[in-house]
């Protein structure tokens, strides 16, 4: 199969061209604010069983399902709570998941067998024109080869899928970098499933207590049941395995400087970069910027892959904000291989 890349900048016809794709059940390969994702009809079981064939994704990692209006939550929803709603108006459109009880409307091939849904309404102007034009809500999981990083600019999707989805919307470089926050409102207290474009922080101040799932500080075995299925899987993961070292910036430095060979791959903040001049290196931003490492975490773990890097060690930011999400993203890089430096 040969990837057409459809650039709405330069034909407007892109949009009903990959639009008519998806009413016919293919995948399309589309941009939002947080990451590239891989779309179908998410009303169609068939057509959404083509995500999980071209990304090699396990069954029973649900998807999350893309609107363009927030009226038609109504109708993938069983039930929306009032929190739902001051979420809504708060947070979207933007790059936040909320878990919610589901419709009967929604395959099983969506929701994994589960009986919730994830519902999100992008911020991204050519996700927000494709859904429309589409007509129908759109299933979407990160357009990444399953296991590997996810992508957040067309040439990552070709890179990975090219050859197996007949199509790729272009729109330029994702402005967030990493995916959207996942929140479960399903349960009797909101829980966060995963970190993302939108901080824990931000979700307190509109929810009061939030809780934080166990599968974001720690490995999960295969055997256990997780809230979140995505979580328990290697992931983000570049060829080369990955050490994260956590703490002051110039301590974590120094410890790299001491621990990591020759044929290290250092991904590293912009103020240290200076010592990493021997290595393969990619700077995320300065240690204080996590919004420009978010936009690069993505770029940096997959740059490594077409080098002769042998292992790869990471400099990690804090918790705060949207660092918890850069952090999540590195450890689970790195199989949680993490060392702190004090
Ligand atoms: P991806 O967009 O590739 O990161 O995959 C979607 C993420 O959302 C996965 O980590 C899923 O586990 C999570 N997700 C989607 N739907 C649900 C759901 N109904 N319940 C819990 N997590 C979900
Ligand atoms: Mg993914």
Redesign the pocket.
């Known amino acids: 199969m040969i990837t057409r890349l459809l650039d709405p900048v330069k034909d407007r016809t892109a949009y009903t061209e990959a639009a008519t794709l998806l009413r016919a059940g293919e995948v399309v390969g589309m941009p939002t604010e947080t990451v590239y ?1 891989l779309a179908a009809n998410a009303l169609d079981g068939k057509a959404v069983a083509k995500i999980f064939a071209a990304k090699g994704r396990p069954q029973d ?4 399902v893309h609107i363009a209006d927030q009226k038609q939550m109504y109708d993938l929803a069983r039930t929306v709570p009032e929190s739902v709603e001051k979420l809504a108006s708060r947070f979207w459109p933007g790059p936040l ?1 909320m ?1 919610l009880p589901k419709a009967d409307c929604i395959p099983d091939e969506v ?1 994994a067998g ?1 009986d ?3 519902i999100r309404l992008p911020s991204h102007p050519v996700a927000q024109e494709l859904i429309r034009e589409a007509g129908v809500p759109l299933a ?3 357009a990444n080869t399953s296991g590997r990083p ?1 992508t957040t600019t067309s040439s990552h999707v070709m890179e990975d899928l090219g050859g197996k989805i007949p199509a790729i919307l272009e729109g330029g470089p994702c402005t967030v970098g990493v ?1 959207s926050t ?1 929140v ?1 409102l399903a349960g009797d207290k909101p829980r966060l ?2 970190p993302g474009g939108i901080s824990l922080e931000q979700l307190r101040e509109v929810l009061g207590e939030v809780e934080v799932d166990r599968a974001l500080r720690e490995k999960i075995g295969d055997d256990v049941r997780v ?5 328990k899987y290697r992931h983000y993961a570049p060829k080369a395995p990955v050490t994260v070292v956590c703490g002051d910036p110039e301590r974590t430095a120094a410890y790299i400087t001491r621990h990591a060979g020759l044929d290290a791959g250092i991904i590293c903040f912009s103020e240290c970069a200076f010592q990493f001049e021997m290595h393969e290196r990619r700077v995320i931003g300065s240690s204080d910027d996590v919004q420009t490492q978010a936009r690069r975490i993505f770029d940096a773990l997959r740059a490594f892959d077409d080098t002769n890097v042998r292992e790869i060690w990471a400099q990690c930011p804090d918790d705060k904000g949207l660092g918890l999400a850069v952090a999540n993203r590195l450890k689970k890089a790195a199989g949680f291989h993490v060392i702190n430096v004090v």
């Open positions: 994702g990692n649900p998807l999350i998941t878990i929701s589960l919730t849904v994830g979407a999981p990160s996810s995916e996942v479960s499933l995963r809230s979140a299925p995505g979580m």
